[in-house]
């Protein structure tokens, strides 16, 4: 039962590695990029009446308590 030992042996020098591979990964990865939360949409700037009329029901939610 050579192989038994040298496996043995091996783990002696290197270790045993019970994690992840080598291989890291972009945290960023598979995420979804929008523009949803920038100024201008959020304002409605950018020009489009969608947005526009978000904007004003935003500004009328923020305003409801006041």
């Known amino acids: 039962m050579s192989t038994g030992e040298d496996d043995f042996q091996s783990i002696l020098e290197n ?4 994690g ?3 291989e890291r990964r972009d945290p960023n990865e598979g ?9 201008k949409y959020i304002t409605g ?9 978000k904007a004003k029901y935003r500004e ?3 305003n409801r308590h006041k």
């Open 45 to 53: 700037a950018h020009g489009s009446g969608s947005a526009k009329q």
């Open 20 to 22: 992840r591979g080598g």
């Open 15 to 18: 270790g045993i590695s019970f």
């Open 31 to 39: 995420k979804v990029k929008t523009k949803a939360k920038k100024k």
């Open 60 to 62: 009328q939610r923020a």
